[in-house]
């Protein structure tokens, strides 16, 4: 499961609506890919449909949907999101993740 944080729901609801996707109907895709610092990189995108192979999650009255392959990767991590002067944006706090890297946006196993 993906949980989603009050500070998350938030930013993803306004950016969804920014880019013509509505938070009630339609999904927040979490994925992981090779790349990065540290050899997996988070993928964050909007969808409007699901895939036949796809998990699907609500938490926060937010849709979440991961691939198969990526559901291992991301089984219990906690979708965040830091703003202000020092904000990295969306924060992906990942139980798996033996090691990140500094700028958070890739791990390793």
């Known amino acids: 499961?993906?949980?989603?944080?009050?500070?998350?729901?938030?930013?993803?609801?306004?950016?969804?609506?920014?880019?013509?996707?509505n938070a009630a109907n339609d999904y927040v895709r979490v994925g992981v890919k090779s790349g990065g610092c540290s050899g997996l990189s988070y993928d964050l995108t909007f969808d409007k449909e699901k895939e036949e192979n796809d998990k699907v999650f609500e938490d926060n009255d937010i849709k979440v949907i991961v691939d198969k392959?990526?559901?291992?990767?991301?089984?219990?991590?906690?979708?965040?999101?830091?703003?202000?002067?020092?904000?990295?944006?969306?924060?992906?706090?990942?139980?798996?993740a033996n090691r990140t890297c500094g700028c958070g946006e890739s791990f390793s196993l």
């Open 1 to 21: 499961m993906i949980k989603v944080s009050e500070s998350a729901k938030k930013k993803v609801v306004s950016l969804m609506e920014e880019d013509g996707f």
């Open 69 to 96: 392959k990526s559901f291992l990767y991301l089984v219990g991590t906690v979708l965040e999101y830091s703003g202000g002067l020092n904000g990295k944006g969306f924060v992906f706090n990942n139980p798996n």
